[in-house]
């Protein structure tokens, strides 16, 4: 049965992708692998990641790109030599163009820590406290589709995460994120399911 090479697009802490790998350990995740790691950053977590699991991992930085296309240009090419089929953005804080959202339309999912569409273009704790200066009394994560406009993709799925009273950002962002480690291995075992289903059964 043929697997789905998946590449994971990470900039830091990394918890989502260490997940997800687990998650295709345990077959949460089935008929898949991660071929590789791309980073931005240079991740400590990273590395250890992709070290422990045996996983390529390429950092690079778009400093020594002229423009944003060119840089997405130049990681097609780094996907097209891993025989990449679909990208997973986990805390990937570069935004892609058009060029790498094209080349993989409907390909790309993004998981986002608030419910989309509140709170888009914002990242890390600053989604949480903005959510906690709304008084909003619900908020979650979000798994969608990675389109050119930032955080506006189809929406695949989402948690509801109850806001305390006396939650602060950090207390919030953990809850948020353990209900993040649950939705974004269920929604990727499903758009691998449905994307793929055709090449999986007929190279069975
Ligand atoms: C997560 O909160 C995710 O929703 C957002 O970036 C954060 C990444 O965390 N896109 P981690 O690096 O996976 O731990």
Redesign the pocket.
Known sequence: MRKINLAIF?S??????ENIINAIKNTAISNAEVGLIFSDKYSPNLIRIAAENNIPIIRQTKQMFASSEDYDRHIIKILTAHNIDMIIL??YLKILTRELTCKYANRIL????SLLPNFSGL??LNVHKEVLKSKVEKTG?TVHIVTEQVDAGKILGQTIVEVESDDTPEVL?QR??EQ?HILYPRIIEEQIHEIFNENITSSN
Request: aromatic residues 4%; proline residues 5%.
């Open positions: 990470a830091g802490r990394g918890s989502n992708c986990a805390g993004n998981i986002h820590p990242y890390g994560c962002a948020v994120l993040e």
